[in-house]
């Protein structure tokens, strides 16, 4: 046997092994595809019965995140900033509407937090107001 008769019968027997192993993966995404529309069904009758999950943080976690965040920066920070950062760390889909939810919190927070003598803040660009620690 030649080395090209070789060559051939190996990439057709691989071949033929990957075009199995192809339509096994497939029938197994149809059945899973089979048991999503299912569970998707149930889903649609229990939201009847089952409140929305409330997913919210708490104001607490907002400001220990945004403390935690002001400790470890290494400059004064915006509003902005330490939104953005909050929205990246609790994995926070982008949506406009609810970034200017998360920003609003956040703004709160640092105010309160300047109440309360945590916390200073100073003009910036434009409308935006620095933050940082009061103790630094």
């Known amino acids: 046997m030649s080395n090209l008769t070789r060559i051939t019968n190996s990439l057709y027997a691989r071949r033929r092994r990957l075009v199995t192993a192809l339509a096994k993966l497939e029938r197994k995404a149809d059945a899973y595809r089979a048991s999503i529309a299912d569970i998707e069904a149930e889903l649609g009758t229990l939201v009847l019965f089952v409140p929305p999950l409330d997913t919210r943080r708490k104001p607490i976690s907002i400001t220990r995140d945004v403390l935690t965040y002001m400790r470890e920066a290494s400059s004064v920070l915006t509003t902005r900033d330490i939104a953005r950062w909050f929205i990246a760390k609790q994995a926070i889909p982008s949506d406009p509407k609810l970034r200017g939810s998360v920003q609003q919190s956040v703004g709160a927070c ?6 309360q003598g945590v916390l200073t803040s100073g003009e910036g660009r434009g409308a ?4 940082c620690l009061a103790y630094r």
């Open 110 to 115: 640092l105010r309160r937090l300047q109440k």
């Open 128 to 131: 935006s107001v620095l933050w």
